[in-house]
């Protein structure tokens, strides 16, 4: 790996970004699910037991989002520096969200506590909701764009005083969250739906199944018809210059065809997964719309950064653009991390055998009751 170029390196660690990243949309099933509690669940009861099947995963989806932001950080700094430093006030409130459903797993059934059972819930909800919503609104500021400077010394600054919030007033990056709320509650209904042996929890899980594929549908369509058809950025891989082109995007599809060919089977192995549970009610249909979910997400963050792609346009200075060669790493840092990365098949494996070894038998109300330290 040494003798690896450092375009080589930084595409290598773009995919596994894209990967991770995938990992994490496909996690949020847990937050998908917390929204459907009050849904899904009409006793005290059959809200316990949804509650504790989500339980077993949340620290999942929240290290995945480590990960990712973590991969980011190691692998790609000046876009963290840039992202992260400027749109503070975004990334707070999903820093938020995400703290207060670490506190609501660990006190909403704590005896005495002083705001009792429904107000965590009701901040799970808000996790689940808000917290998915402004993380895909964020995503979509890697397709819109950003209100950046950064100077030759890669220092940066924001332009606006809103600090990202402004990003909400893009139909997109609207449109990009809500798909992903309800992409979420997809999966989360599918996911106690083949968790959870209990008939009316899991009849009501395939209704709203149905509902929100209605309404994830058309948000889709409308986000990926977006991202291939609007206008990109490339830049020049000599002089770094950046300029206008047109479906950029699809371009690079078409520029690789495996990568095309990938996407349009990740969307049928996701509509698939859906059908099988409303239609032949398979309860294991979690794992094709997930692998769907995984290859689909995998491939629209991957061709964001390959082909001389801008991934992060400034709607300042567009040759402030961040790109994967612009803002990595140095050699040598990414190819230690490299090395280190050939470990991660070993720690999916360890995840793999764990959420195995968890759901080897449905979870029932009778198993949860009798546990003392239940969620």
């Given at each position: 790996?040494e003798?690896f170029?450092?375009?080589?390196?930084q595409?290598y660690?773009?995919?596994?970004?894209s990967?991770?990243?995938?990992?994490?949309?496909?996690?949020?099933?847990?937050?998908?699910?917390?929204?459907?509690?009050?849904?899904?669940?009409?006793?005290?009861?059959?809200?316990?037991?949804?509650?504790?099947?989500?339980?077993?995963?949340?620290?999942?989806?929240?290290?995945?989002l480590?990960?990712?932001?973590?991969?980011?950080?190691?692998?790609f700094?000046?876009?963290?520096?840039?992202?992260?430093?400027?749109?503070y006030?975004?990334w707070?409130?999903?820093?938020?969200?995400?703290?207060i459903?670490a506190?609501?797993?660990e006190y909403?059934?704590?005896p005495?506590?002083?705001?009792?059972?429904r107000?965590?819930?009701?901040?799970?909800f808000?996790?689940?909701?808000?917290?998915?919503?402004?993380?895909?609104a964020?995503?979509?500021?890697?397709?819109?764009g950003?209100?950046?400077?950064?100077?030759?010394?890669?220092?940066s600054?924001?332009?606006?005083?809103?600090?990202?919030?402004?990003?909400?007033?893009?139909?997109?990056?609207?449109a990009f969250?809500?798909?992903?709320?309800?992409?979420?509650?997809?999966q989360?209904?599918?996911y106690?739906?083949?968790?959870?042996?209990?008939?009316?929890?899991?009849?009501?899980?395939?209704?709203?199944?149905?509902?929100d594929?209605?309404?994830?549908?058309?948000?889709?369509?409308?986000?990926?018809?977006?991202?291939?058809?609007?206008?990109?950025?490339?830049?020049?891989?000599?002089t770094?210059?950046?300029?206008?082109?047109s479906?950029?995007?699809?371009?690079?599809?078409?520029?690789?065809?495996?990568?095309?060919?990938?996407?349009?089977?990740?969307?049928?192995?996701?509509?698939?997964?859906v059908?099988l549970?409303?239609?032949?009610?398979n309860?294991?249909?979690?794992?094709?719309?997930?692998?769907?979910t995984?290859m689909?997400v995998?491939?629209l963050?991957l061709?964001?950064?390959?082909?001389?792609?801008?991934?992060?346009?400034?709607l300042?200075?567009l040759q402030?653009?961040?790109?994967?060669?612009?803002s990595?790493?140095?050699h040598?840092?990414l190819?230690v991390?490299?090395?280190?990365?050939?470990?991660?098949p070993?720690?999916?494996?360890?995840?793999?055998?764990?959420?195995?070894?968890?759901?080897?038998?449905?979870?029932?109300?009778q198993?949860?009751q009798?546990?003392?330290?239940h969620?």
């Amino acid at each position: 790996m040494e003798t690896f170029s450092l375009y080589t390196l930084q595409t290598y660690w773009w995919l596994l970004v894209s990967i991770i990243g995938a990992l994490f949309v496909f996690m949020t099933f847990v937050q998908g699910g917390q929204t459907l509690l009050h849904k899904l669940g009409k006793t005290e009861e059959e809200r316990d037991l949804i509650i504790n099947s989500l339980g077993r995963k949340w620290e999942l989806t929240f290290t995945a989002l480590v990960m990712f932001g973590g991969a980011l950080f190691a692998a790609f700094p000046l876009f963290y520096a840039v992202s992260f430093g400027g749109a503070y006030y975004v990334w707070m409130a999903i820093l938020f969200c995400f703290i207060i459903q670490a506190v609501s797993y660990e006190y909403r059934k704590k005896p005495n506590n002083l705001f009792g059972e429904r107000f965590y819930e009701r901040m799970l909800f808000i996790n689940g909701s808000l917290g998915i919503f402004l993380i895909g609104a964020a995503l979509g500021t890697l397709y819109r764009g950003g209100n950046f400077v950064v100077n030759q010394m890669h220092l940066s600054h924001w332009t606006t005083t809103t600090y990202g919030l402004e990003a909400l007033l893009d139909p997109f990056n609207v449109a990009f969250g809500l798909m992903l709320v309800f992409l979420s509650r997809m999966q989360g209904a599918l996911y106690l739906y083949n968790n959870i042996a209990h008939e009316a929890i899991a009849q009501r899980a395939l209704k709203h199944l149905k509902y929100d594929t209605l309404l994830f549908l058309p948000l889709f369509l409308y986000v990926a018809g977006s991202m291939l058809f609007q206008t990109g950025y490339s830049y020049d891989p000599q002089t770094h210059l950046v300029t206008a082109e047109s479906m950029k995007l699809l371009h690079n599809l078409m520029a690789y065809p495996l990568l095309a060919i990938v996407l349009v089977a990740g969307v049928l192995l996701l509509l698939i997964g859906v059908a099988l549970a409303l239609f032949r009610n398979n309860n294991r249909a979690i794992w094709l719309s997930g692998t769907g979910t995984v290859m689909v997400v995998t491939i629209l963050l991957l061709i964001l950064g390959i082909n001389h792609t801008v991934y992060y346009p400034s709607l300042v200075d567009l040759q402030s653009s961040l790109t994967i060669e612009n803002s990595s790493g140095s050699h040598y840092t990414l190819y230690v991390m490299s090395i280190v990365s050939l470990l991660v098949p070993v720690v999916l494996g360890y995840i793999f055998a764990l959420w195995r070894s968890m759901d080897k038998t449905k979870l029932t109300m009778q198993e949860v009751q009798s546990d003392p330290h239940h969620y």
